[in-house]
């Protein structure tokens, strides 16, 4: 009787401790099922085998079907209004940069908040060097259109 309890007390551990390697946050209800089935097996609860998978199946199912969605909130990362590179490049018109590679032939690269993009500057007759201060005034996909003088923040709503 006392081998299976360990049977059930180490396989749940083991599932607790795989959704550390696989996390899809479902090995861990199997591991809590085996966890309870080896408590009461080992407190005398439960004997046969069968009684064990029965329970084990149940528990752990029960357990997938209705608290799977609500411990997968915990492991989500959060969202904030704070921007660090991965922003809309439409917003960030009006936003200073620094020029870190020199423009040649209209091309260069900007850092703005803390990532490198590729830049092209819209006026040709503006010379940026690395270390000057550079304005986004849009962008083509991906690549900054910068200017050398700032311009005028957009009012909210116009494009």
Known sequence: ??????????????????????????????????????????????????????????????????????????????????????????????ERVTVTAAFVDGLGRVRLSGVEWTAELDDETSELAPGDTAWVIGHRGITLKVSGTRPERPVAGEP
């Not at 696989?22 to 005398?44: E, K, N, R, W, Y």
């Open 1 to 94: 009787m006392i081998e299976s309890a360990w049977f059930w007390l180490i396989l749940g551990a083991l599932l607790v401790l795989s959704e550390f390697f696989a996390t899809g946050i479902i090995a861990v209800f199997f591991g809590v099922g085996a966890i309870l089935v080896g408590l009461a097996t080992l407190v005398g609860l439960l004997s046969s085998a069968p009684e064990q998978i029965v329970l084990f199946a149940i528990l752990s199912l029960a357990a997938l079907l209705l608290a799977r969605e609500k411990v997968k909130v915990w492991f989500r990362g959060s969202v904030s209004d704070r921007w660090d590179g991965d922003r809309n490049l439409i917003e960030a018109r009006g």
